[in-house]
C-alpha cells in the first residue's frame, strides 16, 4: 500500500510492504534500498527484543539466482541483499554470508549447532521471490528457533513501523538514502563460505556414506533458474545416479510447482521421450519445493509425494494445510497403524505450529508437508540406521530423494508408486494480478456471518456444524444460522451447477478459503494468496 508521511526528499511515493509470516514479497521497484532497510532493520530490532541476539552476533544471510527484474532493468536479489547487509551491521550484528544456495540449506545451517566449530544456533535471513515471476522478489526471515510464526507479527509490525518513522524522519542529509530510495554507499558483500551448502550436502549424503543406493538410475535435473540446480546434481551422482542436466536458464523462469504451466508439461513428456530417464527432477526458484515427474513425463503433486516421503520415513503424526488431496485421508484409512493427520490453515506457519504442539505432547516422528510439495521434519529420524536431523522449514531434496530411493528399495518404477495410492486427480490454477478486496469479496458472498464457523455438513434439512474452540452441533430450520447455511449451499450450487458436471454441495469447510465437497466426490477449494494478488482454485 502507499505509505504518508514519507520524506520530502524522495522523488517517488513509496509503498509500504506488507510484512507477514512469509516475509516480503513485492514487485522489484517497489523493494527500494529504503523499504529492504526499514523491514529488516525492524525484524532485527525485534530479535534484539525477544533476546534471540546479542551484539555482534551473526545473522546468516544467502539469496537466490534473480540477478535483473526484466520490466525495469533494476538489480534484484544481490542489491536487496546488500540493503539487507546494511541493516545487519547497523543493527550492530555480523553477516554469515552463506552465499547463492536453497532456502531450507540457509534454515538448515542457521538452526544447526555444532559442537566441533563452537557454532550455534543463528537467525537467517533469504532474499529469494521463490516462484513469482521475475519482475517480484521477496525476503524471508528466520529466528534462531526456525521461521516466524504468527505470534512473532505484532512484535516485528510494531518494530517496522519505529524504524520506518526513525528513517522517516530524517532529511536529506541525514538519511543513508537518496531520493530514490537507494543507499547513498552501498556495503561491500561479506565473503561467502560454504559451510551452508556442505551442511546440506552431508544431510543427505551422511546417510549413505559407503554406498551407492541409486546407482544405474538415470535422473534427469531441470535446472531452468534454480538456486539448487548444481547441488542437486551432486547429490544425485554421489548417490550413484546418473544426473543429466538440462534447461539451465541464465535469466530467472517462475516454475511454480502448484501451477506448472503447459510448456512445463510438454517439456517434461519431450525429455521422458529424449532421454528415457528413471525420473525428471526439478525444484522451483529457491529449493523448497519439488518437482517429481516419472519415467512417462507424468507430473506428480507434491501433497501426493508427501505422503510418499511420510510412509518410507514411518511417520507417526502429519500436520497438512486443508487443501492437501483427499488421497491422503484415503490412504490413512488403509493404513495399519494409521497415522494421525492434522488439517490446517494453508501455510508453513500453521503446520509448524500443529507440529510443535505435537511434539510438546510427546509425539515422535512428526512431519509436515504442503500442496506445494515441501516437506518438513519436526523431529529427527532414523534412515539407513543414520541420523536424518529435523529441519522444520519446506525442503525438496528430501521428498525427491525418498520417491527414488523408495522405487529403488522396492524394485518398481517411480510410476508405480504413484499408481498405487487411491487415485484422485487434482487440477489447480490462479488468477494473477488478482486484488486481494475482490477475492475477499468472493469469499464473502460464500461465507456465513458467522467467523467462527469453520465446517458445515449437510443431511437433508440438518446442517452439523463445527465452531472454532466449540466443538460439533446439528442445527436445523427455522434456526437462522442453518437457514443462513442453506441459502450458502443453494448460491454455490448456481456458480458450481449440474450443467458444469458438479454435484450436490455436501459440505463447506473455512479453514482456509472455502472448500466444498459435492456429492460426485468432486471438491473445489478457492483461497486468495496471502502474500501475492492471485485468486487461486
Partial sequence: MTTSGYPTFLTYIPCELRFGT???????????????YINTRGFLDYLHQIGDVGPGDPIALAQDLREVDPSSGLSSSPRIALAVTQAICDAGLSVANCGKIPTPALAYYAQREDAATNKRPMPGIMVTGSHVPADRNGIK????????????EAGILAAVKAVRAGEYAKDESRSAFDADGKLKTAPEPAAVHGAAEAAYLERYLGLFP???????????????????????????????????????SETFVPVDTEDLRE??????????????????????????????????????RGDVLGIITAEILDAAFAAVPINTTDALDKRVQQSRPAMVVEKTRIGSPYVIAAMQRAIAEGTTRVVAWEANGGFLTGTDFTVNGRLLSALATRD??????????????????????????????TCSGLLDGFPQSASQAI???FSPGDATVIDAVFDDSTVTVMRANDGEMSVSSPDPLADELHGLRQRIQ???????????????????????????????????????????I
Avoid: C
Avoid at 282 to 294: A, E, Q, Y
Avoid at 405 to 420: K, T, W
Fill in 141 to 152: 526471515f528466520y529466528k534462531q528457533t526456525g521461521e516466524v510464526l504468527k505470534s512473532d
Fill in 263 to 300: 510448456e512445463d508439461e510438454r517439456r517434461f513428456r519431450v525429455l521422458a521421450n529424449r532421454h528415457s530417464p528413471d525420473a525428471i527432477i526439478s525444484t522451483d526458484g529457491d529449493g523448497d519445493r519439488p518437482i517429481l515427474v516419472d519415467e512417462h513425463g507424468r507430473f506428480h
Fill in 396 to 425: 525438496a531434496v528430501l521428498p525427491i530423494l525418498a520417491a527414488l530411493l523408495s522405487a529403488v528399495r522396492r524394485g518398481v518404477p517411480v510410476s508405480q508408486l504413484f499408481d498405487e495410492l487411491p487415485q484422485r486427480a
Fill in 443 to 445: 469469499l464473502a458472498r
Fill in 210 to 248: 559407503d554406498e551407492k543406493p541409486l546407482a544405474g538410475k538415470r535422473v534427469v535435473v531441470y535446472q531452468h533458474s534454480a538456486v539448487g540446480r548444481d547441488l542437486l546434481v551432486r547429490v544425485l551422482e554421489s548417490l550413484g545416479a546418473t544426473a543429466i542436466a538440462v534447461g539451465r
Fill in 494 to 536: 448456481r456458480n458450481f451447477s449440474a450443467l458444469d458436471g458438479f454435484g450436490s454441495v455436501l459440505r463447506l469447510n473455512y479453514t482456509d478459503g472455502v472448500r466444498i465437497w459435492f456429492d460426485t466426490g468432486d471438491i473445489a477449494h478457492i483461497r486468495p494468496s496471502g502474500n501475492a494478488p492471485q485468486l487461486r
Fill in 22 to 36: 512469509s516475509g516480503l514479497r513485492g514487485l522489484v521497484r517497489e523493494m527500494t534500498d529504503l523499504e529492504v
